[in-house]
């Protein structure tokens, strides 16, 4: 991150260095922050799931003398991923210290930034949805029977525009690189993308420090993909349709998944030994879930490029058409 952000400063210099025009030396500055901000957001949302997990490693210790046999009456716990460390010394002290202020980097401050990016151009991100609306009625208009209802599709298209170039002009003019998190939403529910990170957060690195391996680890997990699948059926934060089915696949993938752990965990089929087929079934459908939900995003991507390809047909044969 330290060498993105010199790098951005290189370039900022040189554009200053080599463009005397004023004008031109803005709007090239402006270009480069936008390329980075759209880069930085992406990659900080992509680092910081697995940079919060390998943090929260460091408050995973066990206790190898948890009956006190050793007789010194001292605890002995020793860190999971590197049973090496002593929890009680000083050098796991030290880093400690240090995973308290890697939290306070990363799954706070990430957060906090993407929530104010996107708060201090919520005007602009709204217009833009306006507008996109305001294309979608004219677009909609051409299958209108009545001249009535062309003209108020009209109205409500002009409506819509008028609204967004007087919202536009208040954009803080950095909208074009936060389109990362908040593009694929709609234009109310803007901030979804905070909720999709508290969900990765949850789920992979909060939950890791609850009892690991326990039916209470399982069944937390489980309780939040609950809370997390009611919160996608109810809201539907994405603009495509499909979007919003895959999504709301995911997280009935997310549960299943999660509830299967829970059943083997606490053995609710009885015996293992005894009832190993129920066992195997359980397992060959985690295996199929898992198989089918890939199947559909192939399928899904399929039918988005042959509909993709089927309208730049018939722009062309319109095109076609108009040049006769």
């Excluded at 400063?9 to 500055?29: H, P, Y």
């Excluded at 803007?190 to 789920?203: D, G, I, P, S």
């Amino acid at each position: 991150m330290a060498s993105f952000v010199v790098l951005y400063n290189l370039q900022v210099w040189l554009k200053l260095s080599a463009e005397q025009d004023r004008m031109r030396r803005r709007t090239g500055i402006g270009a480069i922050m936008q390329r980075y901000l759209m880069v930085g957001t992406a990659l900080m949302s992509f680092m910081l799931t697995a940079t919060t997990a390998k943090v929260f490693k460091i408050f995973n210790c066990f206790d190898v003398d948890p009956n006190l046999e050793a007789g010194d009456g001292l605890p002995h716990r020793f860190l999971v991923v590197d049973m090496a460390v002593d929890c009680n010394s000083s050098e796991y002290s030290l880093g400690f210290n240090w995973a308290l202020l890697m939290i306070l980097c990363y799954p706070v401050a990430v957060p906090i930034t993407f929530f104010l990016l996107l708060y201090f151009n919520r005007q602009e991100i709204y217009g833009r949805g306006l507008r996109n609306r305001a294309l979608e009625i004219g677009d909609e208009m051409e299958q209108k029977t009545t001249d009535a209802e062309q003209t108020e599709a009209k109205r409500q298209a002009r409506l819509l525009r008028d609204k967004f170039e007087k919202m536009n002009l208040a954009g803080g003019g950095v909208v074009d690189g936060l389109t990362f998190l908040y593009e694929q939403y709609k234009p109310e529910l803007m901030y979804w993308e905070l909720v999709e990170v508290a969900r990765k957060l949850c789920l992979t690195s909060i939950v890791s420090v609850l009892r690991p391996g326990s039916p209470l680890q399982c069944s937390f997990s489980v309780l939040l993909s609950i809370v997390f699948l009611k919160l996608y059926n109810s809201c539907c934060p994405f603009v495509e349709d499909l979007d919003n089915m895959t999504a709301e696949m995911g997280q009935y993938q997310t549960f299943v998944t999660l509830f299967a752990v829970l059943v083997i965990k606490q053995s609710s089929l009885g015996d293992p030994d005894e009832n190993h087929l129920l066992y195997s079934f359980v397992d060959f459908c985690l295996v199929g879930i898992n198989m089918l939900m890939i199947a559909v995003l192939v399928s899904i991507a399929w039918q988005e490029r042959q509909e993709n390809l089927r309208i730049a047909k018939l722009e062309k044969e319109k095109k076609e058409q108009e040049e006769e």
